[in-house]
Structures are given as structure tokens and as C-alpha cells.
């Protein structure tokens, strides 16, 4: 499956009614999705940490997302505000992106 704007919303709405395949595929393409996001954003040393963040912090929202507006805007912002939050702590810690 690719993680398209369809799919990724069908999987998010069965997700949210607790079909938990339809949780772990929604994830497992979120996950392929967030990997090609962030590539060129940070170090290969920080692209599974960011990633693996910015689930939890899909996992933690999942519940806020509408069924009824598209998924992708939903999902980018999320990474955007993982990513942000990265960048603060590596800068904080005087490493490099």
C-alpha cells in the first residue's frame, strides 16, 4: 500500500473506530510517509528518533483528526512541530542538523 491521502484516511477512520490492523498498517505507512518527510530535514543520526517522536505524537492526537478533512495537512503538521521541536534541542545542545 502506498501511503496516499486516501488511504492514509480510510486507515486513520478505522483506526479511531479500533480496528487495530487498520492501526498497525495506518502506522507502518505513516512511518514510510514521516522517513521520506524528514530525509532531507535532519542527520541520518536523529531521522529514527524523529521519527519514532513524531508517532507518539500521532498516536496521541489520532483521536482529534476528522474523518471529514484531508489527512495529509493533519499529518504534516504534526512533523513540522516534531521537526521544530528536534532543531530546538539540537541547536540547544550545539549540534548541527
Known amino acids: 500500500m502506498k501511503a496516499d491521502e486516501a488511504s492514509l484516511a480510510r486507515l486513520a477512520a478505522l483506526s479511531q473506530r479500533g480496528d487495530r490492523t487498520a492501526y498497525a498498517a495506518f502506522l507502518g505507512e505513516c512511518q514510510h510517509w514521516l522517513k521520506r518527510y524528514f530525509v532531507r530535514k535532519v542527520g541520518a543520526e536523529y531521522l ?3 521519527v519514532q517522536e513524531t508517532l507518539l ?3 496521541a492526537k489520532l483521536a482529534s483528526y476528522d474523518p471529514s478533512r ?3 495537512p493533519w499529518l504534516s503538521a504534526i512533523a513540522r ?3 521544530v521541536d528536534q532543531l530546538r534541542r539540537i541547536y540547544k545542545a550545539g549540534g548541527e542538523a
Open 48 to 50: 529514527d528518533d524523529l
Open 57 to 59: 505524537s500521532i498516536h
Open 70 to 72: 484531508p489527512i495529509l
Open 81 to 83: 512541530y516534531r521537526w
